[in-house]
């Protein structure tokens, strides 16, 4: 079974700190995502990659910094956390037909 | 940009009913659809897709439909079961390889509750 690994499961962040998700995935996958989902709203993309050391941007990036450094890991990185990015934030990979892999998501709290 | 409109917040069956989720999307070049399921504070796992180059879809209970014409696509649960309750999401892509896959559009969500 596919999986990808989130953490933390749950944070709580003072508004303008940083914040760094982390996510893992052992599927040698080359495609990963970050999405974020707020109650009552679908999934809505803000940063993806397709190979180490290069991101590109999804449809809501700003606020937001991707980083890969590896095919295993993709980081999602708020430099100065705003009530506003409170969500939960998932990680995915895909496979070479399409289907992503989630990982169990991050709960972030911004104060 | 392609918009997704899911048009059933919630849904309430019997089990053993069939259930029945609505998408419809804006994007004409839109051509991969999957369905995705998240479960209470889950992930979320894919459950079936379909490609432009079919109308319609049948993994063991679930049966997607795709109306290229009317951009819609629906998801048929059938012979539903409690365990089938959930959330349901729709999305659409302009293909499922290259750049564009996992480039996903999502739906709102439909909350499907299967009762006794």
């Known amino acids: 079974e596919a999986a990808v690994t989130q953490s933390p499961r749950s944070k709580v962040a003072v508004t303008g700190g940083k914040v760094t998700l982390s996510c893992h995935q052992t599927?040698?996958?080359?495609?990963m995502y970050w999405y974020r989902q707020d109650t009552g709203h679908g999934l809505r993309l803000i940063h993806y990659s397709y190979v180490a050391d290069s991101t590109e941007k999804g449809d809501i990036p700003d606020g937001y910094k991707a980083s890969r450094p590896s095919q295993e890991n993709f980081s999602l990185i708020l430099e100065l956390a705003s009530l506003s990015q409170t969500a939960v934030y998932f990680c995915a990979s895909r496979t070479g037909s399409g289907q992503l892999y989630f990982g169990e998501g991050s709960k972030l709290t911004v104060l | 940009g392609e918009k997704v409109e899911q048009h059933e917040s919630t849904l309430s069956v019997r089990e053993g009913d069939s259930a029945v989720i609505n998408c419809t999307y804006t994007d004409t070049a839109s051509s991969y659809f999957p369905w995705y399921k998240q479960e209470a504070g889950k992930g979320l796992h894919f459950v079936i897709d379909i490609r432009s180059n079919v109308d319609r879809k049948q993994s063991q209970r679930l049966i997607v439909l795709l109306d290229k014409k009317a951009k819609r696509f629906s998801l048929h649960i059938t012979a539903t079961q409690p365990e089938d309750s959930a959330i349901y999401f729709c999305a659409a892509s302009l293909s499922n390889t290259g750049a564009n896959t996992g480039k996903l559009t999502f739906g709102h969500g439909t909350i499907l509750r299967v009762h006794p």
């Open positions: 599927n040698n996958h080359d495609y």
